[in-house]
């Protein structure tokens, strides 16, 4: 059997001590901060400097604000999901201007744009590359205009990428199954948008998404919890402009009416608006069951029963 080289054992070493956590041997305090500036090892409690020779990994220059940091940094953008490529590729800037901020000549300036022309056509290789940049981009629009952040945006691509690998594709449309992986994301990252909501910035109809959604979740085993009603209420209670103690006594109507078994079978922004329109009724905000019904995308009439059982399991009536 080879036994191992000093270097090794002298890695193992570094590793356990890395692992245990450092205590001070003046005070035994496990507060330890790290002086950046200075490369100390300092304890918080006592003052004790523990190392005083700690390797700098950081960049060896220095940026005060966004815009240094940015001018001065020589890597590129993280790897994304959101683009077909994941970003990897080259692009060819179209300031005509050379590394020192000079402008091109005329013969440079025709030859840069040969080359932008022959980059964005070898960007994508085959059809099935052009069609998965053309999913990804109404992923992108689509998230832009629900207002999501960049993680759903994330999720999406890769949903979207799963159910390409699966070939789940093949005889729906594309933009069918992006929307579906879009209301998917939502759901798994906790920032629930309705199907209508969905529905209005996509260009397929409300019945396709639906019908696809299910299906990509069925085939790709995404492990989705129903929408829990709460999540509307800061969105919707925002919209109306209602104060935060209307915010918690609709979460208190939703949880005392879940509790009552209630909640099973109903539309989530359905029994959401009923019970903002409860809580702003108890904390004198009145608003109206229409101003309620615009803001959450349901009738009128859905809030009318949502509020009266919530109101019965409340116990005022």
């Not at 500036?37 to 005060?64: H, N, S």
């Not at 929408?227 to 935060?244: G, I, M, T, Y």
């Not at 915010?247 to 009552?260: F, G, R």
Request: with cysteine; hydrophobic share 30%; proline share 3%.
């Amino acid at each position: 059997m080879e036994r191992p080289s000093r270097q090794r054992q002298e890695e193992r070493e570094s590793e356990q001590q890395s692992d245990e956590t450092l205590n001070c041997p003046e005070c035994g305090s496990d507060e330890i901060i790290t002086d950046a500036d200075q490369g100390e090892l300092v304890c918080d409690d006592c003052g004790l400097v523990l190392d005083e020779q700690q390797i700098d990994r950081g960049p060896e220059w220095r940026a005060f604000n966004h815009s240094e940091r940015q001018s001065k940094s020589r890597v590129g953008a993280p790897i994304t999901e959101t683009m077909h490529d994941r970003g990897l590729t080259t692009t060819i800037d179209w300031k005509d201007k050379d590394a020192y901020g000079r402008s091109l000549s005329s013969e440079k300036r025709s030859q840069m744009h040969r080359l932008r022309k022959w980059q964005e056509r070898i960007r994508t290789k085959d059809a099935g590359e052009r069609n998965l940049q053309f999913a990804l981009s109404e992923i992108d629009r689509m998230a832009s205009a629900l207002g999501v952040p960049r993680s759903v945006r994330e999720v999406a691509s890769v949903i979207y990428r799963r159910a390409l690998n699966e070939d789940l594709i093949r005889g729906r449309s594309i933009e069918g199954v992006a929307t579906a992986a879009l209301y998917a994301a939502c759901r798994q990252e906790g920032i629930p948008r309705s199907l209508d909501e969905v529905a209005e910035v996509s260009r397929v109809p409300q019945k396709e998404i639906g019908r696809t959604y299910r299906y990509i979740s069925q085939e790709l085993g995404l492990e989705l919890r129903p929408v829990d009603p709460k999540q509307f209420v800061p969105r919707f209670a925002s919209s109306l402009e209602l104060s935060e103690e209307v915010q918690a006594k609709a979460t208190e109507i939703i949880d005392v009416s879940a509790e009552q078994g209630l909640l099973s079978g109903k539309s989530p922004t359905g029994f959401a608006a009923a019970a903002i329109y409860a809580a702003s009724l108890l904390c004198n905000e009145k608003k109206t069951q229409r101003e309620v019904a615009d803001v959450a995308q349901v009738t009128e009439v859905t809030i009318r029963n949502r509020y009266q059982e919530q109101i019965e399991a409340m116990g005022f009536r």
